[in-house]
């Protein structure tokens, strides 16, 4: 079992910054690679980004692509999400989701920027 806890969503203002932390416990052995994703209610949920969990390689979606940063810290099983030049079309929940044996996903963490 890998258990994930979500934290650092908040109200920013556009162009402001926030930093989302998933850390990971349980069988976090198993992790092969970590993402985010987010969704605004009533649409579908949308990729922002993700990184292998022991080789390093990242990728993310062509909307945060320059403004975003997926890192990681293995010695705390923690993955992290800066957001810098946040937009209004950000504001969405962010999920954190983990693939090990199976896939698991955290808590959402509601991300709300104005204008």
């Known amino acids: 079992q890998v258990q994930l806890v979500v934290s650092g969503g908040g109200l920013v203002h556009a162009v402001g910054s926030l930093r989302l932390s998933c850390a990971s416990s349980?069988?976090?052995?198993?992790?092969?690679?970590m993402a985010w994703f987010r969704q605004v209610p009533g649409q579908g949920r949308e990729f922002v980004a993700a990184?292998?969990?022991?080789?390093?390689?990242?990728y993310y979606a062509d909307s945060v692509k320059g403004r975003f940063t997926i890192s990681r810290d293995n010695a705390k099983n923690t993955l992290y999400l800066q957001m810098n030049s946040l937009k209004p079309e950000d504001t969405a929940i962010y999920y954190c989701?983990?693939?090990?044996?199976?896939?698991?996903w955290g808590q959402g963490t509601q991300v709300a920027v104005s204008s």
């Open positions: 990184s292998s969990w022991r080789y390093g390689p990242t």
């Open positions: 349980g069988r976090t052995f198993s992790i092969v690679t």
């Open positions: 989701t983990i693939r090990a044996i199976d896939i698991y």
